[in-house]
Structure formats: C-alpha cells, structure tokens
C-alpha cells in the first residue's frame, strides 16, 4: 500500500488542531510531569534541521508520560524582546513588534509541521504586555526587598525599615553595597530623600554607578556574551568599558544558596562545574594596606570629620593570607575610584593613557589574555602592614574591578601573571613558600605548601599559617578572615527600545516605583529607535512617557514639572529579564490576577526535564535560579530550584561547501588545483551543488551574488569541485537545511526518527539528507504491515510465541531506552522488530496495536494513522503503554556452541529446562560430537548453562 506521508499528516495536524488533543488539564488529581524545551528566539531565518533535535526528544518524552498516565506540561512560547529585530527597526523603519509577529508566524508553522505535543493554549512571547506586566511586577517585588543574611533569605524592605526604626544598623546582618552605621534617632531624623538613598544600598534592584559594556555604534550596553573579539556581535562595532549608572540585581546574595542548590539537581557535571566557577567561591582574608602618606585610623574613618574615607587604604581580597610577606607590589585596577586620587602629577600622562587603552577592551578580553601583561606606575606606595616595606602601586588590565576589591597585593614568586608583571616592571620577586614539585610547576596553593623567609611564619604548613595570620590582621584591626565570590550584581538595563520598560519614575532624584495598579508599563511609540540627541536611549524619543503621580497614568513628556508628573525611566529590561520567569507562567499563562495560582504552581512545581543548548549554562539558568529562589523566599512559590533534571543536547553539524578564490581576483579555481594557488575559501550555499555531489553548479553560482556575476573557473576535468567540511549549521555559513524540505520529501516522522537515528543525544553529529532513505524505508515497512498489498488486513487471530517475543523484546528495550535517553537505540530497535515481524508474516491485532502505541511517540503522524485504521476513535496519545510480559522473553531451547580444544566446531539446540549434566549427556550422545571424539574419553567438559560447552580431549 502506497504510503502517502503528506496527506497522513496533514490530516493529523489538522485532528490535534481541532481536538486540542494536546491541551493540558489543570486536573490536579492525576500525577503531573513537567517537559519544556528551553526558550525558543524567533529569529528571521527561522528553523533549520539542527533546530528541532532537542524538540524531538522532549516530545517523546511527553508522549512517553502520556501513555504513562500522567498529566503532562508540554508547552511553548517566545523569548520575543531581543535585540536583532531592534536592529532591523533600524535599518529599516519598520517596527520591532511587526518582524517579531512575522517571524513568530513562520516557527510555529515550521514546529506545527513537525507534529510536535505542545499546548498551543499556553504560548507566551515576552513581548506581549499582559506576559511582561508580570516581569514588572516581579522587578517591583525585588526593588521592595532585602537580603537578610540572618534569616538567609529575601525579606520585605518593611521590615529593615521597622529594623532601622527601633535599632538603627546595631545587629543588622545584611548583604548591601557599602557598610553603613547609623542609630534608629539618626534614622528617624532622615529625610525621605536621604531615607530612600540609604534604602538603595539594601534593596535586591538597586541602581549604582557600574562598569559596562558600552556600544556607541548600537548606543546601548551589551553583555559579555553579545561581544567577540572586542566588538559587538550584531555588526562588528566597538565595544568600550564605561562607567554608568545602570539597575542591577542583587544575585551576589543568593551566591552560596546558588552553590549548595547544584548538589540537588540532576544536571550534567560539566554544566554544573561551568556555574561553580562562575560563582567562585573562595576563602581567605580581606585586608588593608596603608598608602603611604595617608593616616588610617583603626575604626578605617578619617580622623578630621570622622567621615568614612576610601583614600587612604587599599583593600584586597586573598586566599593566600600567609604569603603576605611576599607581597612586593600592588596592582589596582584601571577603573577603580582609588587611582584618581593616589596617581602623582608626575604620572597622571601615562596613568590617563593607560585607561584610555583599557577601556577599549571587554572584560571577557582582560581574563583571556594571560601571557600579555602591561600596566602604568601611579607614583605612589602603600605600606605592608607586617614588614614594613614600600610597595609600588600599579593599575593593570589583568586587575577587574567587579571582583574581589578591585586590587590585588602581588606575590610575583607565586603567581604567573604577578611573575610576568614584576619580570616586566623589574620588580623585586620574593619567595615565600615552599611546595611540592608537583605543585611548584601548576600552583604554590597547595596544603602542603610550608612558608619559609618569614619569622612570623617560617616552617607552618598552610593551614597554620593561614589561620595564624588572619588573627594577627583581625588584632591589628586591618582585616578580617571572609569568604569571597566572583559573581557580581547582574546589570539590568540595556540603553535599547524593544524590551521591557523598567516601572520606575524619578522624584528628587529617587527611584521610584509604580503602583501595581499601573501595570503594565506599556512600551511607547517612538518615530525612532536611535538614542536621542542628548545620548538619552531610545524611550527618550516618545512623547507620551511621563508619570502623573497625582492621577495615577502615564501622560505626554511635556508636561513634566518634577512636582506632579516625574520622568519615567528611559531604559529597559535585558533580554534575560523574561526568560527568568517563563516556566512559571506557563502553569497559568491567562491568570490576569496573579502571576500564577497558588495551587496551581504547587501542583507542577518544577520542571521535571528541560531540554537546551550547553551555551546556556551560566547567564539563563544562574538568572532562573536567582529568581526562583527570590519568589520561594517571599512566599510566591514553594521550590528552590526550578528544573530538576536537564539534558543539553548536542549539535547537528552540517556539511559546508567552499569555492577557492585565487587571491586578488574574481578566479576560482577547483579543490584539487587550489594547491597551485594562494587562494581564499568562500562559503558556497550548499543549494548551488549539483544533486548529492560536490560539483557546484557555476551558472548558479555567478547568479546567486551580484560580486560573483563575472566569476571565472579553473576547472578540473570539465567540472569545478568544491571543498567539503563539517562545521556548525549555520545561515551565514550557507549550509543549513531548512525543515520544510525535509518534511515535504520525506516526511515529518522521517525527519523525527532521523534526528533521533543520527547519534546518542547529548553528542553532536554531522547531518547526511542521504541518511533519511534508509528511514523512510523503514516508516513504509511499518506501514505495510497493516496491509494485504492495497487492503488494509489485520487478523484476530492469537499471535505466536515468536511474534509475542518480537513484541515484548520491544517493549523492553524501548521502555529502557526513553527512560535513559537513548533515542537513537530505539530506532534501531524498531527496524529489527519490523523486520522480524515481516518475516513472520505477522498481521496479528494483538501484536500491530501495541506496536502502534510503543513507535507513536516517535513517529506520531503514521501511528495515529494506523490506529485509527484499527478501528479506535480516539487519538493513539493517551492509550496505555504496552506492559512488558517477561514470560515471552523466556527462552523455550538454548543453542549451545560446541567447542572441542578451544574451537567451535557445532551448535546443537537443547531445552531450556536442562541441568549441566543432561546438557553434557546429550552432547556427547550427538553422532558429530562421536565423530570427533573417535572413540577417546573427554580428559575435561565445561558446560557453563545456557551459554556454552567446552570439551578437552
């Protein structure tokens, strides 16, 4: 029977459509399990092959739960604020929300094709106000909360305002920007101006003066992931450290919880190492060293006002406290707020130079580049509070102000970097602890590391000496022994338009939030989406973005007075701001009253598999993290962790195609000449080859680029060979294959079994369109099953043991095999167990129906199909899975091997059932074992049951 691949699944998108077959109930009683696919950016180019394979495997995931009986959570939704469409905007004029709806329209016609058992119902897309009116209210949420370090956990800012009433700071243990003292009196005393100032230092989004990434070319700053080699990612521009005021969040604070969660959750261990580095937790002491010329008082206050001063010390953070002594130099960072005033007149020229150069590197290029060291002398020296000496201080870019205190004290003996600074520098290298071998080639922080040049501390192993010199510091009040982290507060505004507007207005300066009532701040009009002249972001541009305190709306700019109507504030949310929260809307994405019911956020809880990229390992899931534990700490929801187990899948790798270009002309000469030539690769798009080959169509080609129209060939024997490579599917690499086509020719459930087929999931894999024939050819012997030539014929007759073991081996297999992810082994499993059933001739109903439900989770179209032939009209999506019946798979004959001296030289079938020494009889009573043994007694018989038999003579 012909198997028609596209009116089958045309058909059964339609019936799902219709159905809502995939619409999930909020009926708590049956046990829930929670599948999502990380957040999916909509991008112009749409879906190509390499898209859909982590879709896949939750999808069959979900399926797999269905027919388990549960209540599955399979949704999807956009992460639609971003900045490529802002930059399309601007190139073209035409609005962020327009090519955002347009490209949303072509995935889901792609995801829809493919026959994926996602709740249309459910979609979210960032960008749509009533989905974003929850992510400001979420940032409302941690503008009115602190960290409270004693109860550790997120409290309302209520209740360190009662704190501050009854005991000014005495006994506050907060995490906060700067230290503050003041008594409930002064506190009381404050005015509200001084009141809100103070408060910023405790809230959870707080607004500060930090150090960015700032692109003038995009007027807008950019993270560290959205910047190669220096420039942004999106065009090529500059990218510059600049200090600015932007809103930040406070995750330094969840810094430990945030290590302790990964213990609890089934992550991969290279994902999980990838956050524990990036949190850095380290031990050690902070301590302070004296400039030289500077009075430090004990309190660490200015002796003439009392006042606190950041002048007069340097404070650094290390883990290494007993090399002290060691300590010949100081490094500060270019950008830390102390070099302005410890630079000499004399050094101010090159000091400013110096910090011109660094502010045109990223802080991911200052940390990459190990080997090159520079640096400029201040003029100035702080005091080693232990020996006494004078300790040059430097700034340098291998020095980041986010981290630790933005100086570091410099043992040149026992650090690389430190070493090649003083090497280059001539500074003075003083060795002050002794290791291992081992250790003295990587790293002096080693436990059996022994300090040595010092009397404080000569001979005391690194923990002695550790703990023996924080107490001298703590004594001498210049320090104290701390635990350090290198995450810093997340930036949390982006100088663009297409993104969330912050809920903010500024009164006297203050921030200020809106009222809930107010919500959501809607994303004006602009005309357009440059900054404006005075370098204001874009929002500055729209006429009617002003905050009328008194009546409680949003009114035009113009009528701005700062006494009723205050300005709103100009930038917006980063991309990473809705796709913190995203899985929890989905348990209640219409809620208009809250962001998600109460019962129904316990009832799903976490996410129980998330599907996702490697790439995603620090910035969205630390963010996730963040704020699911905010939301638990206040009451919103009641889980830390938001997904308990995740997967990263691997990439499909496609197949490049090169032209080479002889360099300095319009020539292109074939792959096997190219050696005679210097030449340059040019990407080719893999659509101008010929059919399968590697000949690249060269008419094609001069018409595929107006650059290439006068293009001339080398060739050799009459044709032009391009070059082949595995590389990442990429549109700019011309190589992508596009889902459509692969759909059309071959079908969606070919391209699902074939994404599956390719490899181990989590492991990345070159793409072969040839690859699919071998597929499709097992998706129509699956179909053909069911019929007698073009007549759809099951019998009821009982099946066979044989036919039974075929099916029950299957299920085995195929349970195992979903339940540890290994996709690509069923696969396999299904084209055997077709293949046996083919030549058993087997048409048997209590064999195919089963056989339908146990593929329908990979191949649903065809399976939905055959199930409705069946004669059942319901969907196949929530008949039970197949029970696995061991029975079957109990051997009734064993076939043994005979091996006389070590080689095998027959096979006889035996009974199951037979003891060791029947099995020994039977063998020597077999005419061939007589003919060997000519008439000799076995010397030794070794039958190992049910496996082999060994005889000796």
């Known amino acids: 029977m012909f198997y028609d691949h596209q009116q089958i699944e045309k058909k059964w998108q339609k019936y799902w459509e219709d159905n809502q077959t995939y619409k999930t109930s909020n009926n708590t009683d049956k046990p829930k399990f929670y599948v999502l696919d ?41 992460d639609s604020f971003g900045l490529p469409a802002e930059q399309y905007a601007i190139q073209t004029g035409t609005h962020p929300a327009v090519t955002t709806e347009q490209n949303i329209t072509r995935y889901e016609e792609q995801l829809r094709k493919i026959g994926f058992s996602f709740d249309w119902s459910r979609e979210v897309r960032t960008s749509d106000a009533s989905y974003y009116k929850w992510t400001q209210w979420i940032f409302i949420e941690l503008f009115h909360s602190w960290y409270n370090k004693s109860t550790d956990k997120a409290e309302s800012i209520e209740t360190l305002i009662k704190h501050f009433e009854e005991k000014g700071t005495e006994g506050l243990n907060a995490n906060q920007n700067d230290e503050l003292n003041f008594t409930a009196e002064e506190w009381k005393s404050a005015s509200e101006i001084d009141k809100e100032d103070i408060l910023l230092n405790y809230r959870l989004a707080y607004r500060a003066e930090t150090t960015v990434n700032w692109c003038p070319a995009l007027g807008t700053v950019l993270a560290n992931d959205e910047i190669k080699d220096g420039k942004s990612e999106r065009g090529g521009f500059p990218v ?163 981290y630790g205190t933005g100086a570091v004290m410099a043992v040149p003996a026992h650090d690389e970097r430190d070493h090649r600074f003083a090497k280059k520098f001539n500074l003075e290298i003083k060795k002050v602890v002794e290791t291992d071998e081992d250790v003295q080639k990587k790293s002096f922080d080693s436990k059996d590391s022994v300090c040595v040049n010092s009397d404080f501390l000569n001979g005391l192993k690194y923990n002695e000496a550790k703990a023996l010199i924080i107490d001298a510091i703590e004594k001498k009040a210049i320090g104290h022994g701390t635990t350090n982290y290198r995450q810093r507060d997340a930036i949390f505004s982006r100088q663009r338009y297409w993104g969330e507007p912050v809920p903010i207005y500024y009164k006297d300066g203050m921030p200020y939030t809106l009222p809930n009532s107010a919500l959501p701040l809607e994303l004006p009009e602009v005309e357009k989406y440059l900054p404006t002249e005075d370098g204001d972001p874009p929002l500055g541009n729209a006429k009617t973005f002003a905050w009328d305190e008194a009546n409680q709306k949003v009114v035009d700019t113009n009528l ?161 060979i391009t070059g082949r490579e595995v590389e990442k599917m990429s549109k700019s690499k011309y190589n992508v294959v596009n889902p459509d086509d692969i759909c059309n020719e071959y079908g969606a459930d070919g391209l699902r079994l074939y994404e599956m087929f390719l490899g181990p999931l989590e492991q990345s894999k070159p793409w072969n369109t040839q ?25 009821e007759e009982e099946p066979t043991k044989a036919e039974y ?149």
């Open 805 to 953: 073991k075929v099916l029950h081996t299957l299920i085995k297999k195929v349970v195992y095999d979903i339940e540890n992810f290994s996709f690509n082994t069923s696969v396999s499993s299904f084209m055997i167990a077709v293949n046996e059933l083919q030549k058993l001739k087997c048409n048997k109903r209590n064999i195919l129906e089963p056989l339908a439900v146990i593929v329908s989770p990979y191949a649903p179209h065809i399976c939905e199909e055959v199930w409705n032939l069946l004669g059942n009209n319901s969907s196949i999506e929530f008949e039970k899975f197949p029970i696995l019946n061991e029975e079957y798979l109990v051997e009734d004959e064993i076939e043994y091997p005979v091996s006389v001296n070590g080689k095998m030289k027959f096979k006889i079938a035996l009974p199951a059932t037979l003891s060791a020494k029947e099995v020994e009889d039977l063998v020597l009573q077999n005419e061939k074992m007589g003919v060997l043994l000519e008439g000799k007694t076995p010397k030794k018989i070794i039958v190992v049951p049910k496996k082999i038999v060994n005889i000796v003579i």
């Open 240 to 402: 510059f450290q600049k200090k600015m005021m932007q809103w930040s969040m406070r995750i330094s604070a969840y810094s430990e919880r945030l290590l302790q969660g990964l213990k609890t959750l089934d992550w991969p261990q290279p994902l999980k190492d990838s956050q524990e580095y990036w949190i850095g937790k380290s031990q050690g002491a902070q301590v302070k060293f004296l400039v030289d010329g500077l009075e430090l008082s004990v309190d660490g206050k200015d002796d003439s006002n009392n006042q606190p001063t950041t002048n007069n010390h340097i404070e650094v953070f290390t883990t290494r406290p007993d090399t002290i002594f060691g300590a010949t130099f100081m490094v500060l960072a270019p950008e830390n707020p102390l070099v302005e005033n410890i630079t000499t007149a004399e050094q101010k020229a090159e000091v400013d130079t110096y910090i011109e150069e660094t502010s045109k590197k990223t802080e991911r290029d200052r940390m990459s580049d190990v080997k090159n060291v520079s640096g400029a002398f201040t003029g100035s020296y702080a005091i080693n509070p232990f020996s006494g000496e004078k300790m040059p201080i430097y700034i340098s870019d291998y020095v980041l102000m986010g």
């Open 38 to 78: 990380m957040f999916p950016y909509p991008s112009g180019a749409g879906l190509h092959v390499g898209h859909p394979l982590g879709y896949i495997a939750s999808d069959i995931y979900a399926r797999y739960k269905r027919h388990q009986g549960f209540n599955v959570l399979h949704p999807v939704g956009y």
């Open 560 to 720: 701005i007075d700062d006494k009723t109507v205050f300005p709103l504030e100009l930038s917006t949310m980063p991309g990473w701001a809705g796709s913190s929260w995203y899985f929890l809307r989905y348990m209640d994405p219409n809620n208009d009253e809250v962001f998600a019911n109460k019962e129904l956020s316990d009832y799903w809880g976490q996410v129980d598999l998330y599907i996702g990229g490697s790439e995603h390992a620090t910035g969205h899931l630390l963010y996730s993290r963040f704020w699911n534990m905010f939301l638990k700490d206040r009451g919103y929801i009641n889980n830390d962790e938001p997904f308990q187990k995740l997967i990263n899948q691997g990439m499909i790798l496609g197949m490049s195609a090169f032209a080479y270009r002889i360099d300095g002309t319009n020539q292109y000469v074939s792959k096997n000449l190219a050696k005679d030539y210097q030449t340059q690769e040019i990407h080719v798009d893999i659509s101008l080859l010929k059919g399968t080959s590697d000949e690249l169509d060269t008419e094609a080609f001069k018409s595929w680029r107006p650059d290439y129209a006068n293009a001339e060939f080398i060739l050799e024997d009459g044709k032009y």
């Open 771 to 795: 690859g699919l024939s071998g597929v499709y050819g097992f998706l129509k012997k699956f179909w053909n099953l069911y019929f007698n030539e073009d007549t759809f014929e099951v019998s």
